[in-house]
């Protein structure tokens, strides 16, 4: 027989191969907003009992990507794009702190971990893998954050660019995947800036790179989802 500390193991293993499961289904859409999640076909699906299904269920709610309704249903969280405009004033504001404060430091060790993320980001847009643009898009911007040095930032900036996963998938979804080279440029635009120590031009890129996703997702709202958002970034 297994003893207790055996069976947390192994639940937790458990509890782990669903969350990541479900966590890459859900930022990838391919579980859309307002899917259920019902524990029993969920433990029929991954074999296993409910408790890591729900130990699992309960991670994604703390990361915000499911909700329990008052029936004690479980779906996966709806995209709130009436809030759109309070996010992205805090993720443009992110992404000019932390740009700035990265060049206001420099450290060659560090840029070589936004340079890896870099090319991890090059090299998903080059094959059109969505998922993988996500995750090194939000490393990208973590290592640049960590690079400012502030970790009230890096945190709050994790965070958001975590919440905005899957507005990503729909911005990317508007390029049908097909992302322009014009994204991975300015990435490295961002990199010249910070290794020249440029504060002002690193600021500049860091607006722009922020408004032009703006922009394409106001129009994606507007389009193809018929209910317009104003998206103000003043």
Do not use: W
């Not at 722009?208 to 018929?226: F, K, P, S, T």
């Amino acid at each position: 027989m297994r003893n207790d500390a055996e069976n947390v193991r192994v639940r937790g293993s458990g509890t782990q191969s669903v969350y990541v499961t479900l966590r890459q289904e859900i930022l990838s859409m391919a579980l859309e907003p307002g899917s259920p999640l019902d524990e029993v076909r969920l433990s029929e699906r991954f074999r296993m009992s409910r408790t890591p299904i729900r130990e699992a269920l309960l991670r994604l709610a703390a990361d915000g990507l499911v909700t329990t309704l008052p029936n004690r249903n479980t779906i996966v969280a709806t995209i709130d794009f009436a809030s759109l405009p309070t996010y992205f004033e805090a993720l443009t504001l992110m992404y000019r702190v932390t740009t700035r404060g990265a060049a206001q430091r420099r450290n060659g060790e560090i840029m070589k971990t936004v340079r890896r993320h870099q090319k991890d980001f090059a090299d998903a847009v080059a094959v059109r893998d969505a998922y993988a643009m996500i995750e090194a898009n939000r490393e990208f911007h973590v290592a640049i954050a960590e690079l400012a040095g502030n970790s009230y930032y890096t945190a709050f900036f994790a965070r958001l660019l975590d919440e905005g996963r899957r507005i990503l998938r729909l911005y990317y979804s508007t390029f049908d995947d097909r992302l322009p080279r014009q994204y991975v440029d300015e990435h490295e635009e961002i990199i010249a800036a910070i290794e020249a120590g440029d504060v002002e031009r690193a600021d500049r890129l860091a607006i722009a790179h922020a408004g032009q996703i703006v922009r394409q997702i106001q129009e994606y709202i507007a389009r193809d989802l018929d209910r317009p958002v104003a998206i103000s970034m003043s």
